[in-house]
C-alpha cells in the first residue's frame, strides 16, 4: 500500500534547482533509504516533505490527503515526524520534557485543571510519563531521562530527538543524517534501533552517508544528484549502478 | 528544602496580611504600587519572556485598562465589578484586533510596530476623544461607589485588591509551565521549527498568549486606576513601555522572581528614593548595563522543568 506519493516535486531558491523533477513511492511498513552527495538535495526534500519548505511545484500525497500546501504541524498531526540533521533539542530541558514535546499535541488537560493540580491533570501526566519512558525505553536512553540534553554527549541527543519523534507512534518517520557523530558501536545499535521502530508499523525514509548502514536496513535506497532522482532500487543495485559510482566519484571515474 | 520554601511562603503570607495593619499609609501606597507593577510585568513577561514576542508598547493596554475603568465609572456610573471586568475584557480584544494581523510579523518588525501603536494610542487619548479621555490632564477626582457598603477606595482595600489579583497572576504564573499552554509556548519560543515538526500549532498559541497577556494589563490598570482615583497619558507613554520590556529582560525573561524583583528595583526605589530623582535614571541605566554585560540572562534567569518529582520517582 502505498504511504507517501511525491509526483513532479521541484524546488526553487532563487537561481538555484535544489529539487527538480522528483517523483517516488514509499510503502507501507518498509526502510527507504535517500543518499547523494553533499548539497544534491536530500534535506531540501525532507524539508517539503514536513512542510518547512513550500514546494515551487508538484504534489505530495501522504495517506490520501495533499499535504503540499499544509503548514508543518498540520503535517506532523497526520502521521509524519522527522529528525534534523543539526540537532533541534531544548539544552535546558530534560531528555524527559524533550521527548514529551513530541507527544504534546495528544496531551489532554485542560488549563483548570493544570492549575489546580486536577485528578484529570495528574491521570494525563501519569499518561504522558508512561509514554515517554515506552519511547526512551525503544532508545534505550532510560537512565538519562532526568538529565539535561546540554550536559549528554552527541550520539544520545541524536537518540532523543529520534524518540521526540517516535512517541506519538507516527505513520512516516523521516530521519536526517541519525548516525551523524555516532561512533561505529553506536551506529551499529542505532541500525537494531530503526529495525525495531519499522516493527511498530512505521514507515521510514532515512538520510545517511554510511554505505553500509543503508543497505543493511533499507529495502529501496533513492539517489539524488544536483537536485535530480537518478536512480533507485534495492541496495545491491544502487551500489553497482554506474552513474551512481560517477556522481560520488566524479565523472572520470565512470 | 521542601520545609523551609513553605515555611517561607507561609511567613510571606502572614507578612502580607499583617503589613497594612502596621505600616503608615505613604508605606502602603509604596508598596500597593509594588504589587500592581509586579502584576503588571508579570503580564509583560507573558508575552515577552514566556511566548517570546516582542513586543514594546505594553503600557497601552495598562492605559487601556486604566481608561476604560476610569470612564466607565465617571462618565457612565457604571457599577465597579462590571468595570473592572470590562477593562481586562475590552484589553483583550484589543490585543487581539492588533496582534491578528501582525501575528507572522518577526520579533525586530513587531517591537517597531507595537511602539508605534503606543504612541498612536497617547496621541489618541491627548486629544480627548468624544470628550471622554479628558485630554492632556486626564481624568481624575474619580468617585467610587461604594460595592455593597464596602468603601474600596481606602488605602487597605486597594492593597488586599492589588495582592489577591498579584496571588491569583502568580499562581497562574507558576502553574503555567506545568500546563499544555505553557509548555507549547516554551517549546514555540525557544525552537518554533521544533515545535511544529511536533505538531504544536504557532498561531494559536502566539495570539493567546499576546491577548491573555494585554488582558491581564488591562485588570492591572483598573487597580492602578482605583488606586490613583485619576487616570493622565504619561503614566501609559513608551518611557513607561520601555521600563517594562527592561524589567523583564534585566529580571529575567520568564523568571517569576526576576520580574518581580526587576519591578521593585524599576518602580518602587524611585519611589523610595525620591529625593535622588535627578540620578536615579544614571543610576539604572549604568545598572542595566552593567547587568546585561555580567548576567545577559538576567538578574534571576529562569529555570524551566514541568515533569513533577512525583511522576519522575514512579517506574
Ligand atoms: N533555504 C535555502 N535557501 C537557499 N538555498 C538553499 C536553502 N536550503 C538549501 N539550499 C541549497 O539547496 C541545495 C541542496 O541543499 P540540501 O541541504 O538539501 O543538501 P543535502 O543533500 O541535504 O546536503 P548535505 O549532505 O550536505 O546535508 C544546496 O545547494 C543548498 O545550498
Ligand atoms: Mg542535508
Known amino acids: 500500500m502505498t504511504k507517501l506519493l511525491i509526483q513532479n516535486l521541484s524546488k526553487q531558491f532563487a537561481a538555484l534547482v535544489a529539487l527538480d523533477n522528483i517523483s517516488l513511492e514509499l510503502e507501507t511498513n518498509k526502510i527507504y533509504g535517500l543518499i547523494g552527495p553533499n548539497g544534491s538535495g536530500k534535506t531540501t526534500l525532507f524539508n517539503c516533505i514536513s512542510g518547512v519548505y513550500k514546494p515551487s511545484s508538484g504534489n505530495i500525497t501522504f495517506a490520501h490527503h495533499s499535504i503540499i500546501n499544509m503548514a508543518p504541524e498540520k503535517i506532523a498531526q497526520l502521521g509524519i515526524r522527522r529528525t534534523f540533521q543539526t540537532i533541534r533539542l531544548s539544552s535546558e530541558l530534560t531528555v524527559a520534557e524533550n521527548i514529551y514535546a513530541g507527544y504534546h499535541h495528544y496531551s489532554k488537560h485542560n488549563f483548570i485543571q493544570a492549575l489546580f493540580n486536577l485528578k484529570g491533570y495528574r491521570q494525563d501526566e501519569i499518561h504522558c510519563w508512561r509514554e515517554v519512558h515506552r519511547a526512551a525505553k525503544l532508545l534505550d536512553i532510560e537512565p538519562h531521562l532526568r538529565l539535561k540534553v546540554k550536559t549528554l554527549a552527541y550520539g544520545i541527543q541524536r537518540k532523543v530527538e529520534i524518540a521526540r519523534a517516535i512517541i506519538s507512534q507516527p505513520q512516516l518517520l523521516v530521519l536526517d543524517e541519525p548516525a551523524a557523530g555516532m561512533n561505529e558501536s553506536e551506529k551499529i545499535e542505532l541500525t537494531h534501533i530503526i529495525k525495531q521502530i519499522q516493527l511498530q508499523n512505521i514507515t521510514i525514509l532515512i538520510i545517511e552517508h554510511d554505505m553500509h548502514m543503508i543497505s543493511t536496513l533499507c529495502d529501496t535506497v533513492f539517489v539524488l544528484n544536483h537536485g535530480k532522482l537518478i536512480a533507485s532500487g534495492s541496495p545491491t543495485e544502487i551500489l553497482n549502478n554506474k552513474q551512481v559510482i560517477s556522481a560520488y566519484m566524479g565523472d572520470e571515474h565512470a | ?315
Open chain 2, 1 to 315: 528544602m521542601q520545609v523551609n520554601k513553605s515555611i517561607f511562603i507561609i511567613s510571606l503570607i502572614i507578612c502580607s496580611i499583617g503589613f497594612p495593619f502596621l505600616a503608615n499609609n505613604i508605606w502602603l501606597s509604596i508598596i500597593t504600587t509594588f504589587l500592581i507593577y509586579s502584576a503588571l510585568s508579570l503580564s509583560q513577561d507573558l508575552i515577552l519572556g514566556k511566548a517570546g514576542i516582542y513586543a514594546m508598547g505594553h503600557a497601552m493596554f495598562f492605559g487601556i485598562g486604566a481608561y476604560t475603568f476610569a470612564i466607565l465609572i465617571n462618565t457612565y456610573n457604571v457599577n465597579l465589578f462590571i468595570a473592572f471586568m470590562a477593562s481586562g475584557i475590552i484589553s483583550y480584544c484589543i490585543g487581539l484586533i492588533i496582534i491578528y494581523p501582525i501575528k507572522h510579523l518577526r520579533g525586530d518588525y513587531f517591537l517597531v510596530v507595537s511602539l508605534g501603536l503606543n504612541i498612536i494610542f497617547i496621541n489618541i487619548i491627548n486629544n480627548d476623544p468624544f470628550g471622554l479621555t479628558g485630554g492632556p490632564n486626564g481624568i481624575f477626582a474619580i468617585n467610587f461607589p461604594s460595592v455593597g457598603g464596602l468603601d474600596l477606595t481606602g488605602a487597605k482595600a486597594i492593597y488586599f485588591i492589588a495582592l489577591i489579583f498579584l496571588s491569583v497572576m502568580i499562581l497562574l504564573f507558576y502553574r503555567l509551565n506545568y500546563s499544555k499552554f505553557g509548555r507549547a509556548i516554551y517549546y514555540l519560543n525557544h525552537d518554533h521549527i521544533a515545535a511544529k515538526s511536533v505538531g504544536i500549532k504557532p498561531s494559536l498559541n502566539k495570539l493567546l498568549s499576546f491577548s491573555l497577556g494585554t488582558m491581564l494589563a488591562g485588570f492591572t490598570g483598573a487597580i492602578y486606576t482605583l488606586q490613583y482615583g485619576a487616570v493622565s497619558p504619561e503614566a501609559f507613554g513608551i518611557e513607561q513601555s520601555i521600563l517594562l520590556f527592561a524589567v523583564v529582560i534585566v529580571g529575567g525573561q520568564g523568571s517569576l522572581i526576576g520580574v518581580v524583583a526587576g519591578s521593585f528595583v524599576m518602580f518602587v526605589l524611585p519611589e523610595i528614593f525620591r529625593s535622588y530623582a535627578e540620578y536615579r535614571l544614571l543610576v539604572f541605566g549604568a545598572a542595566m548595563v552593567i547587568l546585561m554585560v555580567i548576567r545577559p540572562n538576567g538578574l534571576f534567569p529562569s529555570k524551566f522543568g514541568f515533569f513533577q518529582k512525583r511522576h519522575l520517582q514512579q517506574k
